[in-house]
């Protein structure tokens, strides 16, 4: 690892301990809870796919016609990463997007999924921003969509590329699968969809695109002390954006539910 990476890992480590120790995991306590937490969060879950692709657009050629772009070490590092996030394949082996294996987590769960789907289908041909306004979910859901969709227009590489890797890949706690169980055990539910997503998350993060995320960074920042340092701030507001979501689901579940409710 780079000094400027390891030096960029440290200046983040402050908010990524808050988000790990964020009050919201110990209110996960029911199925009503964890309902309302995938409502919003399914959000960030698709907005990732944006910036994911936004990427690969950057760093390969997916114009007509077909010429070679950037270093071929970066294009395979981001098809790779594009392949298991796009079409990674569910329990029973068929291919689908973590996206789409998160949708049929939140069918199971019994968790509302028109907001997202009614979304997807209007911003396609409409404006994003207008329709995210019309969205039954926390501002602070949509402040996070914004972030997000504020970067890729900026489409500046490092920066995009720093959002995806300290901003998005690695930040579902392995907790958050001792949650699922807890509540599987106490209501009898299965939730298998859930935690096959969680554990292929982690999975995927931990031991592919965790590690070819960090060298596209080093890749796309190379020995540039300003991109770095532009890096760096884009990582910081990643985080604390990450925390402002939290904070919202944090204060829906609060709002929607008795402080006791299972």
């Excluded at 890992?9 to 306590?29: D, M, V």
Aim: net charge negative; with cysteine.
């Amino acid at each position: 690892m780079s000094p400027e990476l390891q030096k960029l890992e440290s200046e983040i480590e402050g908010y990524r301990t808050q988000l790990i120790n964020h009050p919201l995991y110990s209110r996960l306590n029911s199925v009503d809870a964890l309902r309302i937490f995938m409502q919003e969060h399914v959000f960030a879950v698709w907005d990732f796919m944006s910036l994911l692709k936004s990427l690969q657009r950057g760093l390969t050629c997916v114009e007509l016609p077909w010429i070679p772009i950037g270093n071929p070490a970066t294009r395979r590092l981001i098809n790779e990463i594009v392949l298991g996030e796009e079409s990674d394949v569910d329990a029973e082996g068929k291919a689908a997007s973590h996206f789409e294996l998160y949708i049929e987590a939140m069918s199971q769960i019994g968790a509302n999924t028109q907001p997202i789907l009614n979304f997807m289908d209007s911003c396609v041909s409409s404006n994003l921003n207008i329709e995210l306004q019309a969205v039954s979910i926390q501002e602070n859901t949509k402040d996070f969509v914004q972030f997000t969709f504020g970067a890729i227009r900026q489409n500046e590489l490092h920066k995009l590329a720093a959002l995806f890797t300290f901003g998005r890949e690695d930040l579902i706690p392995s907790m958050f699968i001792e949650i699922v169980k807890s509540i599987e055990k106490e209501t009898g539910n299965s939730f298998s969809k859930l935690r096959y997503y969680l554990e292929r998350h982690i999975e995927v993060d931990g031991g592919e695109h965790g590690p070819m995320a960090l060298n596209m960074m080093e890749e796309l920042c190379g020995t540039d002390e300003q991109k770095w340092k532009e890096a760096t701030l884009v990582s910081v507001e990643a985080l604390k954006m990450r925390i402002h979501l939290w904070d919202g689901v944090l204060h829906a579940i609060q709002t929607k539910l008795p402080a006791n409710n299972h």
